[in-house]
């Protein structure tokens, strides 16, 4: 087939859309549209490389950004029951507002008064130059940088001590009085590094203010990923945990409940994607992803019974997410009932495509999907439209073989992405500057299914395994005859 205007899959354009960069499941990616703009659930049934999985994340792309943090905070009447605080997008950022604030201004040492820069430790007392704190002898005339002032009359004697030792004798911060106007301020001098911080009055309020709120940490950050891979999560992982603490959360040698705090997989989704491949691998679990989708909000307990964090409970940790989840058409029945019917009560069930029509328009994707899968890749050349024809070949020949569609192209494009990068990793071991037809004839020998090379080696599978076998083995009746299941071979 040939196509006008391209030479290679470099002239060929990638959607910006993310889904539209999906190839053939277009009943999937009108649906999942409608998901995104209304929050709908999704479950994607079919076989595995169809693009599930990318759906689901392309979906995220297309919800708004999330507006709210999730935080745990101290609870002092009762620390092992932390309470959740939910913070809106503007409160954070108004939050960010008022802790830069609080950080005051840097000057350098020479800008703040000499006395202040002497307690500090960047200016000599002796000779008035001025270097780090850190170095506890004066660079210009090699006196000890220490203060006399308030000491006693054994004050030299442990200032030369301290020099010994490496102490310092001055201090990290200084508080005084400064005229402001006709007004007298309090104000403070901290070290910093090279420089030194300056907070007014208005920002040790603003300090005090924010010291008087109970500690917290953030467990879903304002700024996340919208879209949580869940596949194969362990319990832990998806519903979040307590992390143990060997001397069981003591207020002087432990580390607070709050603190070890873990959100789990339902709770970074909330308003996000939570994508779930395999769903049905989850078994009892899926219980709990239907309670989260059910009230939109599941607690975080320690869930090992051994450890310290088995007593700390945190409710009402929000989870309104979106599910994608996905299984092949075998697994189907062992979703749990109830969590398919919230599924579908509150969103749709999609059959995915295994093949699409063998046309222009849909070769034309298959040159699409090629240059996706060489810009996703990064490592191989672009491809020549000789080389792309032979892999849209290859596309018609497995849709014949695999799901018995003539004039048709397979949709189970994971392998086909495979054969791409044998033939993109042929072309760079033999310095090509695009991956041509012959590298691909190349890739086609070497990257097939092993049942495949087998039927050619040993005409079908019951003689391959029949060959690996042992004399006993052979003996024993166990591999010969019918008793294999694959004995009428693999073709």
């Known amino acids: ?21 999906v190839i053939g499941q277009d009943e999937a990616v009108r649906i999942a549209k409608v998901a995104a703009r209304q929050r709908r659930n999704l479950l994607l049934v079919g076989p595995p490389g169809v693009g599930k999985s990318m759906i689901g994340q392309a979906l995220s792309f297309l919800i708004p950004k999330p507006e709210h943090e999730v935080r745990v905070i ?25 802790m830069n604030a609080a950080e005051g201004y840097l000057v350098k040492p020479e800008d703040v008064p000499p006395d202040v820069a002497e307690r500090l430790g960047y200016r000599c007392t002796k000779c008035g130059f001025i270097s780090i704190y850190t170095e506890t002898t004066c660079p210009r005339c090699g006196q000890p940088k220490v203060q006399n002032v308030n000491q006693g009359p054994f004050g030299d ?49 603003r300090k005090r203010k924010m010291d008087r709120k109970s500690p ?23 519903l979040g945990d307590v992390r143990h603490d060997p001397y069981g959360g003591h207020p002087q040698l432990g580390t607070s409940p709050y603190e070890r705090v873990i959100a789990g997989s339902i709770h970074e989704a909330h308003e996000g994607v939570l994508f779930i491949d395999e769903i049905t691998h989850l078994g009892e679990l899926q219980r709990s992803i239907l309670t989260a989708m059910q009230e939109k909000k599941f607690p975080i307990t320690g869930r090992n019974p051994q450890s310290a964090g088995a007593s700390v409970r945190v409710d009402n940790v929000p ?69 792309a024809s032979l892999i849209i070949e290859e596309g018609k020949r497995r849709a014949m073989i695999v799901d018995g569609k003539e004039n048709a192209l397979t949709l189970r494009l994971r392998e086909l992405g495979g054969l791409v990068r044998a033939a993109g990793d042929i072309a760079v071991s033999l310095n090509h500057d695009f991956i041509e037809k012959k590298d691909v004839i190349e890739a086609l020998k070497i990257y097939m299914p092993v049942e495949e090379k087998i039927a050619k080696v040993y005409g079908n599978m019951g003689n391959a395994i029949s060959s690996e076998a042992t004399a006993s083995q052979k003996m024993s009746g166990y591999y010969g005859g019918s008793s294999f299941p694959y004995a009428d071979g693999y073709r």
Do not use: W
């Open 1 to 21: 087939m040939k196509f006008e205007n391209v030479e290679s899959t470099l002239d060929v354009k990638i959607p910006s859309d993310p889904l539209e960069r």
């Open 74 to 98: 101290h609870n002092p009447r009762y620390p092992e029951r932390p309470f959740v605080e939910i913070k809106s997008r503007a409160q954070v950022e108004q939050e960010e507002e008022d």
């Open 157 to 205: 004697m442990f200032n030369v001590l301290g020099q010994a030792l490496g102490v310092q004798n001055n201090q990290e911060r200084v508080t005084t009085t400064r005229k402001y106007g006709e007004k007298e301020e309090v104000i403070e001098y901290e070290r910093a590094n090279e420089m030194i911080r300056v907070l007014d009055e208005r920002t040790l309020e």
């Open 319 to 387: 989870t309104d997410f979106i599910l994608v989840a996905a299984c092949n058409i075998q697994d189907l029945q062992q979703i749990l009932s109830p969590l398919r019917s919230r599924i579908s009560g509150n969103g749709y069930e999609v059959l995915m495509e295994v093949t699409m029509p063998y046309n222009e328009k849909n070769a034309y994707r298959y040159l699409q999907f090629i240059s996706q899968e060489i810009n996703s890749d990064g490592k191989i050349p672009h491809m020549t439209v000789e080389g």
């Open 216 to 238: 917290s940490k953030v467990i879903v950050p304002i700024n996340r990923n919208t879209f949580i891979l869940a596949t194969g999560a362990s319990e832990t992982e998806l």
